[in-house]
């Protein structure tokens, strides 16, 4: 998970509050963070790298199949 980001996404909630409770900011934008972290954790995500490796299998299976699927047609064809 990018912490960075979640950092930065508290940094602007905090950022958008009314100006009389930017005395409170602090305090608010750790709440924030600790809220945002929590439901992300939850969420059932995966990295771009694991994404990129599961796209790139699935395009060989895909590759396969259609190869298989053409090979099939062909047999079909000659013993029709």
Same mark, same amino acid.
């Given at each position: 998970?990018? +912490?960075? $980001? ?6 602007? =909630? %905090?950022?958008? @509050? *009314? *100006?009389?409770?930017?005395? @409170?900011?602090?305090? =608010?934008?750790?709440? $924030?963070?600790?809220? @945002? ?5 939850? @969420?059932?995500?995966? +990295?771009?790298?694991? $994404? ?7 395009? !060989?299976? !895909?590759?396969? =199949? #259609? #190869? =298989? #699927?053409?090979?099939? %047609? #062909? ?6």
């Amino acid at each position: 998970m990018d +912490t960075h $980001f979640i950092d930065d996404l508290a940094q602007r =909630l %905090a950022a958008a @509050l *009314p *100006p009389g409770l930017h005395a @409170l900011r602090q305090d =608010l934008e750790h709440n $924030f963070n600790a809220v @945002l972290r929590a439901r992300l954790e939850k @969420l059932d995500l995966v +990295t771009r790298d694991e $994404f990129d490796a599961q796209a790139r299998v699935l395009a !060989r299976s !895909r590759a396969k =199949l #259609e #190869e =298989l #699927e053409r090979k099939i %047609a #062909e047999l079909e064809q000659r013993l029709a």
